[in-house]
Nanobody, 131 residues
Framework: QVQLIESGGGLVQVGGSLRLSCAASGRTFSIITFSSLGMGWFRQAPGKEREFVATISGDGISTSYADSVKGRLTISRDNAKNTVYLQMNNLKPEDTALYFC???????????????????WGQGIQVTVSS
């Protein structure tokens, strides 16, 4: 089992920045190492479905983003710290949502935008962008 804990959310003004972190742990980590996990960020605004934000491969080389966040949000990871990050710059009111970290075995590929293709989820952390 993999536990994911998000941190770094909060309230920020339009144009501001935040960095979300997602720390992974679990008693099976001796077998399933963090570097074998494809990691993703999703978000869900009130009354809307959960939507894909970004994903990164286990080695950190491959990334993919939703069109709405390209050029403003950057996903990265530090496998030595079992942590994935989402740097959020030039934030807009439409970025306001509950942000979730997710993990799956291997690179998501064509399934990257489908929440059900991820096996493990964090509890979510709120990001609010005020205008």
């Amino acid at each position: 089992q993999v536990q994911l804990i998000e941190s770094g959310g909060g309230l920020v003004q339009v144009g501001g920045s935040l960095r979300l972190s997602c720390a992974a742990s679990g008693r099976t980590f001796s077998i399933i190492t963090f570097s074998s996990l494809g990691m993703g960020w999703f978000r869900q605004a009130p009354g809307k479905e959960r939507e894909f934000v970004a994903t990164i491969s286990g080695d950190g080389i491959s990334t993919s983003y939703a069109d709405s966040v390209k050029g403003r949000l950057t996903i990265s990871r530090d496998n030595a710290k079992n942590t994935v990050y989402l740097q959020m710059n030039n934030l807009k009111p439409e970025d306001t949502a509950l942000y979730f970290c997710a993990a799956r075995s291997g690179w998501a590929g064509s399934l990257k935008e489908i929440p059900s293709s991820y096996d493990h989820w964090g509890q979510g952390i709120q990001v609010t962008v005020s205008s």
